[in-house]
């Protein structure tokens, strides 16, 4: 997935806006696309910017509840393992 100049991709802007919709749009093509469940796990969750944050951190830290809700739903039809998160969301 394309990535900006400092390593951000559109799921990782979406998220840390607060564009809810933007994601779900994001996620529709996604499975349109019919992308790898290890392709979305680790463009989704997993990818940092260039500064160490995940898509999930800037979401909270900007108090985007809704993100988070709609990104955890998502890592549990992922199966994103919870010490996956751990390790890699903050």
């Known amino acids: 997935m394309s990535k900006d100049d400092v390593d951000q991709t559109a799921w990782y802007i979406a998220a840390r806006e607060g564009h809810v919709k933007v994601l779900e749009k994001l996620w529709y093509w996604a499975k349109e696309l019919q992308l790898k469940p290890e392709e979305l796990r680790n463009e989704v969750w997993l990818s940092k910017d260039k500064y160490g944050q ?37």
């Open 54 to 90: 995940t898509a999930c951190y800037k979401a909270e830290g900007r108090g985007h509840v809704e993100v988070i809700e709609k990104l955890w739903d998502w890592a549990k039809d992922l199966q994103v393992k919870p010490e996956a998160l751990r390790n890699e969301v903050y």
